[in-house]
């Protein structure tokens, strides 16, 4: 109750922010009743389109801009929230008041590993609110509000459907959202939620490499197989994305990226060398003056987009410091480019990795679609076509700060239905989802069967036979895991199915049982387990784990699965060779133990030998491959050509749960 009253409040102040902008009769958009307005909702900056009279309309804010910052502040006179430029000022004076960069804490827990870095470099506090991540700021003296990242992205998502309402001259309700590509089902949840504070009926919510091909027209039916790779360089991160579009439907082969590159870092560069220019020429230290540090980001911000379109400008600032300090020096282009040149050689890291992910060579591309006004920089575009070979252009011809919600305009035009004008390069779109990481069975010892592959095109569903670990056993623990990496511990559990009751395996079977196992994940990310008895006592037991709801754990984050993605990289492939190993001794070990006392059923010296081993197992949890090696060969000598007769017979192929 109190978590709705707090979105009340907000949407309430969120209310106050209709457009002054006033839009002649003539110059209206008269969409139909049901057009879908397409929102890129930004780390940085946030930009809304809507589908009309036959072409997409970016649509401008109250101040005349495109692009509106995805910052939200309490104003110091009686803390009236603003949004955009408005909330950006605000945060010159008042820091403890604006809130920006709220997308790395939608739909997180506030034990991530990634929530808890980011809380050490963002400038307003972080609270734990019911094991989520809340912003806490203060609303006005002595009003301190404590808000969700679902309520700060409403504020955004708010601002742009009054801002299109403005423009279009009628309220709006539905939209389509284009998120990152990385996103998992809980982030789009959580934009799903923050549209339903918004007042916004979120159609649809599309990864955003899908949305900028879709801008560029390769939903249309000649786009026949075309392989391209979306290089969407931002404010504050980089993402690189291979697809494939063919008649209308987009397959995303791989993506990577870096969360903290970004044309915010470009400029910190620049405003660093101008910080240290002015303490040599001037003596004085501007770090701790908040206006004069504002002034300055502003306007190299200024100069590096100038700079994208000629090689010099004047950095000038009037009265930048008290005592008529005035700062006025030339930036090239050059100077520029060393001053980000190891920024700018980690723009390609992303691409190769995307590439070698997506099993790509460089003459398999057919286009590169740039995204993001970083995207622009001269520097950038020549890294690109280097990796290229000199052989591949960047497409130009739109706006790559306004493309993606171009795209959800347009894939909005579809989601509305509204055919009345029927341009000829849309077709039928096929937008899929995919699953965000695989999801794996445990097995004895803690290893992992693959059921389903991460990228995986959903709906999709696979079948696995395993057997009962145990002699005479006559229940299975059936854990299900999303991650990876190769062992339990490493992944993140969603849920168990436990399978009890079975009857116990005949000896003529060596005690065991085969269960088969089926994982579902159908369109909407829901999974389905279920488990089934198929030695002929028809027992079976089903589980559903509805995506983003009731998880142990909840899904993981970007930052867990760039974590586990880590973690099979070469770096670590010995690591994980050497726990597959010991893993595989252990189970190889307890297995012939337990078939040995199954099998022998008497006080034979390979009994014997079999309980010691069984209790140096009990005494030695930790001990390694080699360890484990050295009983299973005692056991052997002990046991003899019985129990080699026993392994030939019963045919060890299998997997056991």
């Given amino acids: 109750m109190a978590r709705m009253a707090a979105a009340a409040t907000l949407l309430l102040a969120v209310s106050g922010l209709a457009s002054g902008l006033v839009v002649p009769a003539d110059e209206l958009c008269h969409s139909t009743d049901n057009a879908v307005l397409g929102i890129d909702i930004g780390a940085t900056y946030s930009c809304v389109a809507v589908y009309c009279k036959g072409r997409v309309e970016i649509i401008p804010n109250d101040q005349g801009s495109r692009l509106t910052p995805s910052w939200v502040a309490f104003t110091d006179g009686g803390?009236?929230?603003?949004?955009?430029?408005?909330?950006?000022?605000?945060?010159?004076g008042s820091p403890g008041r604006a809130v920006h960069d709220f997308m790395r804490l939608?739909?997180?827990?506030?034990?991530?590993?990634?929530?808890?870095?980011?809380?050490?470099?963002?400038?307003?506090?972080v609270v734990d609110v019911d094991g989520k991540p809340h912003v806490r700021v203060e609303a006005a003296y002595g009003d301190v509000r404590v808000l969700s990242p679902e309520e700060i992205a409403a504020a955004v998502l708010a601002k742009m459907k009054e801002t299109a309402e403005a423009h279009l001259g009628r309220t709006v309700s539905s939209a389509v959202v284009a998120v990152p590509v990385y996103f998992n089902d809980a982030q789009r949840r959580a934009i799903s939620d923050a549209g339903d504070i918004a007042g916004l009926d979120v159609m649809r919510i599309v990864s955003e490499p899908i949305a900028a091909a879709?801008?560029?027209?390769?939903d249309n039916v000649r786009s026949n197989g075309k392989r391209v790779v979306v290089f969407d360089l931002g404010g504050e991160t980089l993402d690189v994305t291979a697809l494939v579009a063919d008649d209308g439907f987009f397959d995303v082969l791989a993506t990577n990226?870096?969360?903290?590159?970004g044309g915010e870092g470009f400029d910190q560069r620049v405003v660093n060398h101008f910080v240290d220019l002015i303490k040599r020429k001037h003596g004085r230290d501007i770090t701790g003056d908040g206006r004069a540090m504002h002034r300055l980001r502003r306007e190299c911000e200024r100069a590096k987009r100038a700079l994208s379109a000629q090689h010099q400008v004047r950095v000038e600032i009037e009265s930048l410091l008290d005592g008529g300090v005035d700062l006025s020096e030339t930036l090239t282009r050059a100077q520029f480019e060393e001053l980000n040149d190891d920024l700018f050689a980690r723009t390609m890291a992303p691409l190769r990795k995307t590439m070698a992910d997506a099993g790509l060579e460089k003459g398999d591309i057919d286009e590169i679609i740039p995204v993001g006004g970083s995207t622009r920089i001269p520097m950038v575009q020549q890294l690109i076509r280097d990796y290229f070979d000199g052989k591949k252009e960047i497409v130009k011809g739109n706006n790559p700060d306004e493309i993606v919600a171009y795209g959800a305009a347009v894939i909005g035009r579809h989601v509305a239905g509204d055919d009345d004008d029927k341009p000829t390069m849309?077709?039928?779109?096929?937008?899929?989802?995919?699953?965000?990481d695989t999801i794996s069975i445990e097995m004895a010892g803690g290893a992992l069967t693959p059921m389903i592959p991460r990228r995986s095109r959903l709906p999709a569903e696979r079948t696995h036979v395993f057997t009962t670990y145990l002699g005479r056993q006559t229940a299975v623990a059936i854990n299900v895991f999303q991650g990876e990496g190769s062992t339990a511990k490493d992944n993140t559990l969603l849920g168990r199915l436990a399978l009890t009751g079975i009857p116990p395996a005949s000896v003529w079977n060596w005690g065991w049982r085969p269960?088969?196992?089926t994982v579902k994940v159908d369109e909407l990310g829901d999974i389905h387990v279920e488990a089934a008895d198929k030695g002929g006592s028809g027992k079976s037991e089903r589980l559903s784990i509805v995506s983003g709801e009731g998880h142990e754990h909840g899904r993981l984050s970007k930052e867990e699965i760039d974590r586990m993605i880590r973690e099979v990289a070469?770096?670590?492939?010995?690591?994980?060779?050497?726990?597959?190993?010991?893993?595989?001794?252990?189970n190889m070990l307890e297995t012939y133990i337990v078939k040995n006392t199954a099998v022998t059923g008497g006080e034979t010296d390979c009994e014997a030998k079999a309980r010691a081993a069984r209790e140096w197992l009990d005494g030695n949890p930790a001990a390694e491959k080699e360890d484990y090696e050295e009983k299973l060969k005692e056991?052997?000598?002990?046991c003899g050509p019985f129990m080699a007769a026993v392994h030939e017979t019963s045919g060890l192929g299998h997997d056991e749960l």
């Fill in 570 to 586: 070469e770096d670590l492939v010995e690591e994980e060779r050497i726990v597959k190993e010991r893993v595989d001794a252990l």
């Fill in 79 to 92: 803390g009236r929230l603003v949004v955009g430029e408005a909330a950006k000022e605000q945060a010159v």
């Fill in 214 to 218: 879709v801008a560029y027209g390769l």
């Fill in 257 to 261: 990226g870096d969360g903290h590159l």
């Fill in 106 to 125: 939608l739909g997180k827990k506030f034990g991530d590993d990634d929530v808890q870095r980011e809380m050490t470099r963002l400038p307003y506090a």
């Fill in 426 to 436: 849309l077709g039928p779109l096929d937008l899929p989802s995919f699953l965000s």
């Fill in 515 to 517: 269960i088969q196992v």
């Fill in 635 to 638: 056991l052997e000598d002990a």
